[in-house]
């Protein structure tokens, strides 16, 4: 038996959706802005790249698949401490591969937890993602001797780039690593998301009983992308301590996997932009007015949270989107008048 | 064998503590299936009050105790009406992220009005000290703890299952639509249930401060073990949030005094393993 190639138009569809806009050519060079702009600010910049990475790899499985995670810095977490403990036990600070080896360890942890994850929903997928990295947090905690527990891990060696370049005290080759980590993990969750593995994920996402019906499995769809993510997810906490050249206990803690919700959400899920959009945003912010005070500054990120959720339930992007949306009915109401007058 | 017993007892406490902290969350979650992870905001709200009440105004310590309950349920019943009511029907996220919020917001305005210090309360002398029952020490302030914890639960349960407020709370958790369908006001007695749930943990919170010390992070520490007890017991249970708050209470005491290397690992992997096994809770019927 065969099967029928899709029919033309369905093909032309996929490659109208995945088309590369100009909109995000402009984005992309924004990016390199600050290499000229804020040229003593690189360091703010690659720690914005890191955490825009991380927020696609959530956006991955939260705005696509729709798995509510409170747990997702486990999988950053096991990336930066791969990353350092590579440097530091074993002496091996090559930084390309350090981060494919801690991208590969995240994955295999994410592959594990994806068994146990993506069989729930609701209070107990939640629940248990919360659990895995509240866990984790422990045990780097408490296992001293190979993470430094509450004091860090010290001591982490970057070799050169390529050979070539060594990290500076601006930022200049720690942001360019950032940045280039980050667009090539952006091609692949964007040629992801357009794929139709993508579209079955979001057929999962609406209702994960009818899509088996049709033909797409959902639990193995499931752990896919929650181990792609996962290895994301572990890249970025890589690049993080590559480029710090110190690991703290902080990667692994719920405060880290509630921000990187809170800027998902404020960009918008489900769009790949909003979580960089939402990372730029809340990064900034935080750098602006955490100087005050840490805790009044999550004053200001509480009631932003109520206030998109109340307000603007598909975040910025979303709210964008609907602006446009409604020039677009308002248009198409205008359009008989038109043609009366 | 003395010190276990010990362990025991305080362990027992400590889950005492727990189950008035988390038995309001139980039973709105499994009414309303809203998860509150601001729950723990409001039992800071009544620590907080106890604190004002003691230190500035100078009452006695068990006087605050009703005060702070009523603070904490009239604050939360506020909420309810203004703003948890239109997200019955959101979706798990949403409801998240709103009560995250709120938690940030209560985190952020406690440490603007009293720091970030570690606060402390005086109880009064007849509560402190211990005393030796064959050879147990045991805290006159936990034996108080406990006291006033067992007589909640079983006003509770009395009240749950003697009472029509209490028949049309369990008709309204076993099956919201039929409730409706037979003419009960959901909505008002889950109002009603919400602020009655808040005020036991605000209750709970100011009983904690005198054995755990307050700060800031108050509404986040406790969140996570609030919500094991919850999960674990299974949505809108009393009796499986009882259990499951003395498991959760002995088995951390346990785990801090025979295997302190763990810190505290095993609570969260006997939380996943149970979860695997029966995700509604252990006493959880949906």
Known sequence: ??????????????????????????????????????????????????????????DLILGYAGIVSMGHAAFFGLGAYTAGILSVKLGWGEPISGLLIAGLVA?????????????FRHLALIMITLGIGVMLHEI???????????????????????????????????????LI???????????????????ALKGIRENALRMPAIGAPSQSHLRKIYTIAAVMAGMAGAVLAQTTETVSLEVLSFQRSADV???????????????????????????????????????????????????????????????????WIREMRLMPRRRAA | MIPFLGVLFDGFAYGMLLFLLSVGLSVTLGMMN???????????????????????????FLATLPLAFLAA????????????????????LDQCLLTIGIVFVSIAVVAYLYGTTLQSVKVPSYLQGSFNVGGVTMGVYRLFLIAIA????VALVIGIEKTSFGARIRAAVDNQRMARGLGIDVDRTFALTFALGSGLAGLGGALAIQMVGLDTDFAFRYLIYVLIVVSVGGLGSIGGSFAAAVLLGVSDVAGKYYAPQFGAFFIYAVMIVLLMWRPQGLFGRR
């Open chain 1, 181 to 199: 980590v980050l667009f090539a993990c952006f091609l692949v969750a964007r040629r992801i998301v357009q794929s139709p593995f993508g579209l």
């Open chain 1, 107 to 119: 994955g295999i942890g994410g592959y594990l937890s994806s068994l146990v994850v993506c069989r």
């Open chain 1, 261 to 327: 919700l809170v800027m998902l959400i404020l960009g918008g899920t489900g769009r790949l932009y909003g979580g960089m959009i939402g990372a730029v945003i809340y990064m900034l912010a935080r750098d602006h007015l955490s100087g005050l005070n840490p805790q009044y500054w999550y004053f200001w990120i509480g009631l932003l949270l109520i206030a998109v959720v109340t307000l603007l339930p598909n975040g910025i992007l979303g709210g964008l989107a609907r602006v446009r949306a409604l020039n």
């Open chain 2, 34 to 60: 809203f998860v509150n992870l601001a729950h723990c905001s409001f039992a800071m709200i009544g620590a907080y009050v106890t604190i004002t009440l003691t230190q500035t105004v100078g009452l006695p």
């Open chain 2, 73 to 92: 349920a009239l604050v939360s019943g506020v909420l309810e009406r203004l703003l948890f009511q239109r997200f019955y029907r959101a979706t798990d």
């Open chain 2, 150 to 153: 067992l007589v909640v639960a």
């Open chain 1, 1 to 58: 038996m065969t099967i029928a190639a899709p029919p033309y138009s369905l093909v032309a569809a996929f490659a109208e959706r995945s088309r590369w806009r100009a909109i995000e050519t402009v984005l992309w060079l924004c990016a390199l802005l600050p290499f000229w702009l804020a040229p003593t600010h690189l360091q703010l910049a690659s720690q914005i790249a890191i955490t825009a990475l991380f927020a696609i790899s959530l």
């Open chain 1, 140 to 178: 780097a905690n408490t296992s001293h001797g190979l993470t430094g527990g509450a004091d860090g891990l010290q001591g982490i060696r970057t070799w050169k780039f390529l050979g070539v370049w060594s990290l500076d005290i601006y930022g200049y080759v720690a942001y360019s690593y950032a």
